[in-house]
Nanobody, 115 residues
């Protein structure tokens, strides 16, 4: 498995922005699919956004128009730009990378939206 390292979580007020980053630790690895999931207390982990190596993007309805997923040219780092954050966006965010039988998860980063 490929170890993934996340950064960028934190506490932000409603309407604010955060940018999450995910990268493969100590190596360059070209995933076929890169994604962000989130898990709020008492809820199941759910897909937030995904992007393929070819650049095709997919978003959960609840974040469309507010969140943007992107990746770097080497496909070993990807990002989630989160704008107009709402209290209901509060969750632990996990990055995911997949290629064939390789499915790697980050350790999770807390995002808290509160005034």
């Amino acid at each position: 498995q490929v170890q993934l390292v996340e950064s960028g979580g934190g506490l932000v007020q409603p309407g604010g922005s955060l940018r999450l980053s995910c990268s493969a630790a100590n190596r360059i690895f070209s995933f076929k699919v890169m994604a962000w999931y989130r898990q709020a207390p008492g809820k199941q982990r759910a897909l937030v956004a995904s992007i393929t190596a070819g650049g095709e993007k997919n978003y959960a309805e609840s974040v469309k128009g507010r969140f943007t997923i992107s990746k770097d040219a080497r496909l070993s780092t990807w990002f989630l730009q989160m704008n107009s954050l709402k209290p209901e966006d509060t969750a632990v965010y996990y990055c995911f990378g997949g290629l064939g039988s390789v499915a790697s998860w980050g350790q999770g980063t807390q995002v808290t939206v509160s005034s």
